[in-house]
């Protein structure tokens, strides 16, 4: 089976930054897309970044010009965000798409998702 493991959330003010990082484990053989998602209560999950396995990425809008995303390593993914606003409170999640050992196929992985809150 595959796990992604997410840290790095956290309370931080606005104006200030954080880093958040997840890891997959487990029988990976490949992985295309990773992301990062946000949940806030009464709306959708909706996309924050991604970034392909040719580097190539992607933002929501309200993250460009204030977050990057990187792979680390073949089975890391980690998304910096600076210059936070409370409108970026909510849960964020991470996702990959993975083909695991012995599988043709890729599949999609969510992680437990990870806290954010930022005060006014």
């Known amino acids: 089976q595959v796990q992604l493991v997410e840290s790095g959330g956290g309370l931080v003010q606005t104006g200030g930054s954080l880093r958040l990082r997840c890891a997959a484990s487990g029988r990976v053989r490949l992985i295309n897309d990773m992301g990062w998602y946000r949940e806030v209560p009464g709306k959708q999950r909706e996309k924050v970044a991604i970034?392909?396995?040719?580097?190539?990425t992607s933002f929501g809008d309200s993250a460009k010009g204030r977050f990057t995303i990187s792979r680390e390593n073949q089975n890391t993914v980690t998304l910096f965000m600076n210059n936070l606003k409370p409108e970026d409170t909510g849960v964020y999640f991470c996702?990959?798409?993975?083909?695991?050992?012995?599988?043709?196929?890729?599949?999609?992985?969510w992680g437990q998702g990870t806290h954010v809150t930022i005060s006014s």
């Open positions: 996702n990959m798409e993975v083909k695991r050992e012995g599988t043709l196929h890729f599949s999609n992985y």
């Open positions: 970034i392909s396995r040719d580097g190539s």
